[in-house]
């Protein structure tokens, strides 16, 4: 399979026009707290509410006639996936683990795809997605190792280039790298001077453990403020971790405790509500993890958040995640 290069992400761009690529950067106003110039890439505002729907769209687009399409996900690829399906009246199929919030279930369904819940992680969701594939003749479109999506989501780098074109730092989320891959390759096609460095949660970051094996690795699945960014990259990952290797300059990752300071941060000062697993890039800054210098952009992926875990974490209350607890901490306590 050939990987996709910054003219697969200019066609990409071409393909999501007027329907994904309408999303605002605008400067945060944690600038002057931090010392450096923030530019937040605010993916929330995408009709389907992350950004998944650039990967989604590009890939339903390359589809001739098919019966239908399937994917497992961790919640806003299906929801994409559901919507760019509508879109042409195909149907849709989204398989997700127990581990997937309610709130993004109920996302899905409304969109009128079919969901299945299946197993207790990301891997046996995937799984569930192929066979079913095979059984009802139905196309999967995989959430990250995939030409089409990596060069539907390195759209939000060209955007972000095309209004700041002097960015020197792209802060970007890591779970399986679709993500990451395709907005490195083609910033870094564009200024091959620039720093993009991935950013994911401590616990069960696959990607990362991956890199330092040099092959696929799988984790245990936990559950994380940053739920989509849960999930393995696939022990046949043919794509992403062979791109995340050469692209991105460095992984870096986030505890609990610091995700949850990053969404108190945006929503006080920014006023923004968003998922853990999209300030990552604020709470490295934030934490100190990376040196708060010159311009900066990070991606605001997602704001399908479970709203009560929402306003517990910004009110400051405590937290439990699986086994673990995250004691509450008020904002500017
Ligand atoms: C999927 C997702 C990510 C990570 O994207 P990958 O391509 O899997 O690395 C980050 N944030 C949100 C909100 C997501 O839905």
Known sequence: MRAPD????????????????????VPSALSARLGCDLWLKLET?????????????????GLGAV???????????GRALAHAARARGLRAVVCMSSLVPQAKVDGIR???????????????AQA????????????EVPPFDDPRVIAGQGTIALEMLAQQPDLDTLLVPLSGGGLAAGMALAARAIRPDIRVI????????????????????????????ADSLGGGIGLDNRLTLALCRRHLDEVILLSEEEIRDAMQ??????????????????AALLSGRVPARGRIGTVITGRNVDMDQF??????QDLQLGEVIVKGKRYGA
């Open 6 to 25: 910054l003219s697969d992400v200019l066609a990409a761009a071409r393909v999501i026009r007027g329907q994904a690529d309408a999303t605002p950067m």
């Open 45 to 61: 505002c995408q009709p389907t509410g992350a950004f998944k729907l650039r990967g989604a769209l590009n890939a339903v687009a």
């Open 67 to 77: 019966p239908g399409v399937i994917c497992c996900s961790t919640g806003n690829h």
């Open 110 to 124: 409304a969109l009128g795809a079919e969901v299945v819940i299946h197993g207790h992680s990301q891997d046996e």
């Open 128 to 139: 569930e997605s192929a066979r079913r594939a095979r059984v009802e003749g139905l196309v």
């Open 198 to 225: 991935g950013l994911t949660m401590a616990r069960g970051a696959a990607m990362q453990a991956s890199l330092v094996a040099g092959h696929p690795v799988e984790l245990p699945e936990v559950e994380s403020l």
């Open 265 to 282: 941060a945006l929503f006080h000062e920014d006023r923004l509500v968003a998922e853990g697993a999209s300030v990552v890039g604020i």
């Open 311 to 316: 306003l517990r974490v910004i009110t400051g």
